[in-house]
């Protein structure tokens, strides 16, 4: 098994450029998340999605958007890059949101934005 | 003030040595992960925990929710231990189930 996997694993672009983050696992899980990871920061999710079809929005959700039409892939969209967006993001899947879940994350994107 | 406070931020330590890194947080929980980040990036999950005392191999956690604090010890530190160690809180916000990092505590083992 793969596990989680994310591409691209870097990415440069321009302000106003958009882009796709692809996230995929091969484990059969219902939900999968969006995070992004800030220097002095801890974690913070972006979206999510409880199953095949449905998103919703997480803490920061600003400047993305998502969608999840295949249970095994979840994509992050930014339509128009801005330098705040600039970070590390982490795509990361669990078999549910109940108290114990754990969720096990992709290598990780690091996108930069000029 | 951040919901999840680790301590310390930096710890460097010489090979064999006792390791703690604490985390306290300021809300009602659920259940504490402890999640250790490797050089590379990756993230993998080491915890999950309510209450008590979880042992793996020469890392332990404790929690002790009175105080609203979790310690992860490593026993024995060994240079592959060098990563960030994140701790995550699960709580109820409005009714929906989130989840809360800290920013992460850097160890480096010194061979």
């Known amino acids: 098994n793969a596990g989680v996997t994310q591409t691209p694993k870097f990415r440069v672009l321009k302000t106003g450029q958009s882009m796709t983050l692809l996230c995929a696992q091969d484990m059969n899980h219902e939900y999968m998340y969006w995070y992004r990871q800030d220097p002095g920061m801890g974690l913070r999710l972006i979206h999510y999605?409880?199953?095949?079809?449905?998103?919703a929005k997480g803490e920061v959700p600003d400047g993305y958007n998502v969608s999840r039409l295949k249970k095994q892939n979840f994509l992050l969209g930014l339509e128009s890059a801005a330098p705040s967006q600039t970070s590390v993001y982490f795509c990361?899947?669990?078999?549910?949101?109940?108290?114990?879940?754990?969720?096990?994350f992709g290598p990780g994107t690091r996108l930069t934005v000029l | 003030k951040n919901e999840v406070e680790q301590s310390p931020q930096n710890l460097t330590a010489q090979e064999g040595e006792f390791i703690t890194i604490n985390c306290s947080y300021s809300?009602?929980?659920?259940?504490l992960h402890w999640l250790q980040q490797h050089p590379g990036g990756g993230i993998v999950s080491l915890f999950m925990?309510?209450?008590g005392k979880k042992k793996h191999g020469r890392l332990i956690a404790t929690i002790n929710i009175q105080e609203k604090h979790s310690s992860l010890h490593i026993t024995a530190s060994h240079p592959r231990d060098s990563a960030v160690y994140i701790c995550?809180?699960?709580?109820?916000?409005?009714?929906?189930?989130?989840?809360?990092f800290g920013t992460g505590t850097r160890l480096t083992i010194i061979p």
């Open positions: 999605s409880v199953g095949e079809g449905t998103t």
């Open positions: 925990l309510s209450s």
């Open positions: 995550a809180v699960r709580s109820l916000d409005f009714g929906n189930e989130k989840l809360t």
């Open positions: 809300v009602g929980i659920s259940a």
């Open positions: 990361a899947s669990s078999t549910s949101r109940g108290y114990y879940n754990e969720q096990f």
